[in-house]
Nanobody
Framework: QVQLQESGGGLVQAGGSLRLSCTSP????????IGWYRQAPGQERKFVAA????????LYADSVKGRFTISRNDAKTAAYLEMNSLKPEDTAVYFC????????????WGPGTQVTVSS
């Protein structure tokens, strides 16, 4: 299991932006994929976005295409989720995930960070 830590969540008005970060202390990612999932109250955890550490195009859920952007730093130590044009329905706990491939049924998870979008 990979230890992951998210940061950057918070409260924002609809139409606003937030940037989430995901790191794994002391770790450089040389393979596999990093991604984001989210879980709203009373709902199951759902895939949001993913990106390979070495190659490949980013993958997005339809609900966030054109609004969210996943990226990584050149050092391969951190991943980010830039969220623009936020909507109240984006409110959820956002989890960073790491696996050989994403989406995956059994990735390593971070503890999550709350994102709340007010109308």
């Amino acid at each position: 299991q990979v230890q992951l830590q998210e940061s950057g969540g918070g409260l924002v008005q609809a139409g606003g932006s937030l940037r989430l970060s995901c790191t794994s202390p002391g770790r450089v990612f040389n393979s596999g994929a990093i991604g984001w999932y989210r879980q709203a109250p009373g709902q199951e955890r759902k895939f949001v976005a993913a990106l390979g550490w070495r190659r490949g195009d980013p993958l997005y859920a339809d609900s966030v295409k054109g609004r969210f952007t996943i990226s990584r730093n050149d050092a391969k130590t951190a991943a980010y989720l830039e969220m623009n044009s936020l909507k109240p329905e984006d409110t959820a706990v956002y989890f960073c995930a790491s696996a050989a491939n994403l989406p995956s049924s059994n990735p390593s998870w971070g503890p999550g960070t709350q994102v709340t979008v007010s109308s």
